[in-house]
């Protein structure tokens, strides 16, 4: 079992930042990757970006060089750093845990993007 919970959502205005954190704890060692995914209203769940245990990394096309995954081991902790926010960047977002078996995810925070 893996257990992910998310912090760091809120309300930024357009050009801001917001610094996302996701505390692993579990079976760490069972993980494969890490995820954020985000999900706005009306919209299906999509791909923000991923980092594998070795430390590739992969972006949606629509938040490269704005938004910067990373992991902090020793704390057991996934970061999305979001950069340059925009509107269309409103909405839940999601911490994902891949395992050869399973998909955990999180219980997602707001990011609200708004003037």
């Known amino acids: 079992q893996v257990q992910l919970v998310e912090s760091g959502g809120g309300l930024v205005q357009p050009g801001g930042s917001l610094k996302l954190s996701c505390a692993v704890s579990?079976?760490?060692?069972?993980?494969?990757?890490m995820g954020w995914f985000r999900q706005a209203p009306g919209k299906q769940r999509e791909l923000v970006a991923t980092?594998?245990?070795?430390?590739?990394?992969n972006y949606a096309d629509s938040v490269k060089g704005r938004f910067t995954i990373s992991r902090d081991n020793a704390k057991n902790t996934v970061y999305l750093q979001m950069n340059s926010l925009k509107p269309e960047d409103t909405a839940v977002y999601y911490c994902n845990a891949l395992t050869k078996r399973l998909s955990y995810w999180g219980q997602g925070t707001q990011v609200t993007v708004s003037s």
């Open positions: 980092i594998t245990t070795g430390g590739s990394t």
């Open positions: 579990g079976i760490i060692s069972s993980i494969a990757s």
